[in-house]
């Protein structure tokens, strides 16, 4: 993991050097996110974002390629586990939203040995990759369940039996959506993750793993979400979500995956990456 984690932050620091569309995307989302910064301040942090950036992009590899027995001794603790405890307790099912912040490919494999876990994903554009995708990410026990009608019945069905459901949350969904505020920002957000909830009865809760440095292995942390999560107006449902993301996300800022184009759709039809210098 130290070697892997040298090149990954040698990747990214190349990355930050060299003009991209990359390096834009991300530059558009730190000064639209955090204005308060001064220009110096958001040179910097968007150097370490593309660092992280970079070992994202390359413990994948290492993530996806070990066993999970091994995977274990990454995790050196975990933060908020009374919340996951109290939550399962209630017996209604549960469902994990995990932003895309520090090592999310971990979060599935490390808690599907632990609990019955069943994984929304959105199928690859590269229909080939769809058996390695799921293959990876089941081999610790978690059903992979792909984000189409049927599969989001399956998943109503897994919380109603007490099961887990482990959703990312901040993925400009393709079709349904509401807009609702992400650091100041419009930004168009699920409401699959409320509806889900309000259906089930099932709790949410907010979970990720942060990057120590230094490849001293991952810090789990989990947020309990308030009743309003899953608020019948779909605006303020999604309006929860999102301010749940953002506490993930001040947790370790860094490490969030701000090279994705978040803010593309706006409800004026701007698009705030055109026009944008590399």
């Known amino acids: 993991m130290p070697v892997n984690h040298l090149l990954g932050a040698g990747l990214g620091l190349l990355a930050s050097l060299i003009p991209s569309k990359t390096r834009r995307d991300a530059r558009v989302n730190l000064r639209l996110c955090f204005p308060e ?14 660092i992280e950036t970079g070992k994202t992009a390359t413990e994948a590899a290492y993530i996806w390629t ?6 274990e001794r990454l995790v050196v603790e975990i933060r908020g586990q009374e919340h996951l405890d109290a939550s ?28 019955r876990l069943h994984s929304m994903y959105r199928p690859p554009r590269q229909q080939e990759y769809e058996a390695l995708l799921t293959w990876v990410r089941e ?31 901040d993925q400009e969904p393709p079709e349904a959506g509401v807009f609702a505020p992400l650091f100041g920002q419009p ?3 699920m409401t699959l993750l409320a509806k889900l909830s309000q259906r089930s ?59 994705y184009r978040r803010f593309r759709r706006q ?12």
């Not at 070990?66 to 995977?71: G, T």
């Not at 209630?90 to 520090?102: D, E, K, N």
């Not at 019948?232 to 309006?239: C, L």
Request: proline share 10%; net charge positive; charged share 20%.
């Open 37 to 50: 910064l001064s220009e110096a301040e958001r040179r910097r942090l968007l150097r370490k974002v593309l």
């Open 66 to 71: 070990r066993s999970p027995a091994r995977l």
């Open 88 to 115: 399962l307790a209630q017996g209604r099912g549960l469902i994990i939203a995990s932003p895309h912040l520090g090592a999310w490919e971990l979060m599935g494999l490390y808690w599907a040995r632990r609990l």
């Open 139 to 169: 081999r610790s026990g978690a059903e992979l369940l792909p984000a189409t009608p049927a599969g989001i019945r399956r998943m109503y069905r897994a919380l109603t039996e007490g099961h887990v459901a482990g959703i990312l949350p």
């Open 187 to 189: 930004a168009k957000t």
């Open 201 to 259: 009865g099932a709790p949410v809760i907010f979970g990720f793993a942060e990057r120590l440095p230094w490849a001293r292995g991952y810090r789990i942390h989990f947020l309990p979400a308030g009743p309003e999560i899953a608020d019948p107006d779909p605006e303020r449902a999604a309006a929860a979500l999102n301010r749940m993301v953002e506490a993930c996300v001040q947790i370790a800022p860094a490490q969030y995956q701000w090279t």
């Open 267 to 278: 409800p004026d039809g701007r698009n705030p990456y055109h026009g944008q210098p590399l």
